[in-house]
């Protein structure tokens, strides 16, 4: 954290989200932790499920913000 610059976003979840079922090896869709530290935290307020990060990364990407 104290490396990131200001304009940088640190982004933090799960990959799997699924330790309720430790047998499962797939992505889920089950709730996951999510910690978004930074200026582009606003393009992951709608996030609630693993399957949503990845979207909301590209989202951020095209929009040229990360």
Do not use: K, W
Not at 4 to 32: F, K, V, Y
Not at 45 to 54: N, P, S, T
Request: proline residues 6%; negative net charge; aromatic residues 4%.
């Amino acid at each position: 954290m104290h490396a990131r610059r200001p304009e940088d976003s640190l982004l933090i979840t799960s990959d799997h989200g699924n330790i309720e079922q430790a047998a499962t090896t797939t992505h889920t869709t089950a709730p996951t932790p999510l910690l978004v530290v930074g200026p582009h935290a606003g393009y992951f307020r709608h996030v609630r499920r693993i399957d949503e990060v990845a979207d909301a990364i590209l989202y951020a990407l095209a929009a040229g913000m990360l």
